[in-house]
């Protein structure tokens, strides 16, 4: 088991950055891949960025090029430049056991991030 807490989130104008950071309670190696999710007020929670174990990244349409996911074993990381208030969301972070179902593993609790004038 692994426990997992996000912080980093905020308040923060369009155009401007925040970095997510989810910490996790031990290594990661185990997991496969690890990710970032969101969900926004009346919607279904999305995928935004998945990272494996050996580096290979993944990012929704509406990111790409401005999201950036990353890991040192020990958290995962959500660099979001470019911010528009439709990023507007609780985001969560994910990690998973190799072959196991989008969506299964284990969850933080999220943090929330708000992006407005």
């Known amino acids: 088991q692994v426990q997992l807490v996000e912080s980093g989130g905020g308040l923060v104008q369009p155009g401007g950055s925040l970095r997510l950071s989810c910490a996790a309670s031990g290594t990661l190696f185990s997991f496969n891949p690890m990710g970032w999710y969101r969900q926004a007020p009346g919607k279904e929670r999305e995928l935004v960025a998945t990272i494996t174990t050996g580096g290979t990244t993944n990012y929704a349409d509406s990111v790409k090029g401005r999201f950036t996911i990353s890991t040192d074993y020990a958290n995962v990381y959500l660099q979001m430049n470019s911010l528009k208030p439709e990023d507007t969301a609780v985001y969560y972070c994910?990690?998973?056991?190799?072959?196991?179902?989008?969506?299964?593993?284990?969850w933080g609790q999220g943090t929330q991030v708000t992006v407005s004038s």
């Open positions: 994910n990690v998973r056991y190799p072959s196991s179902q989008a969506g299964s593993g284990y």
